[in-house]
């Protein structure tokens, strides 16, 4: 079955790091652009990171920019998000999704989703 499974959440303190970690199954992730999103409650879905399998282009929000960065296992089938500097308004669900084609930061463009891996930044 195609599937996407986050995990790598939990409670991180304000100015800490972090790592979510995506798995692939059933399909080939190298081959499909990779978008991180998240959902603040109260809040709409937003695009975060997202980085093209075919050029390497990446396309951050600007409240990440500098922050966070993706990276990819092609071996293991797995793409990372790398998180820094986390502040509280960085809370929120986080979502990896993979598409083929499409605009990378539009969440409507993604074909596949994981089901969300909660990140909470507090002290």
């Known amino acids: 079955q195609v599937q996407l499974v986050e995990f790598g959440g939990g409670l991180v303190q304000p100015g800490g790091s972090a790592r979510l970690s995506c798995a692939a199954s059933?399909?080939?992730?190298?081959?499909?652009?990779i978008g991180w999103f998240r959902q603040a409650p109260g809040k709409e879905r937003e695009g975060v990171l997202c980085n093209s399998s075919s050029d390497g282009s990446t396309y951050y929000a600007d409240s990440v920019k500098g922050r966070f960065a993706i990276s990819r296992d092609n071996f293991k089938n797995m793409v990372y998000l790398q998180m820094s500097s986390l502040k509280p308004e960085d809370t929120a669900v986080y979502y990896c999704a993979a598409q083929r084609t499409g605009s990378p930061m539009i969440a409507s463009q993604y074909n596949y989703w994981g089901q969300g891996t909660q990140v909470t930044v507090s002290s």
């Open positions: 059933g399909f080939t992730l190298d081959y499909y652009a």
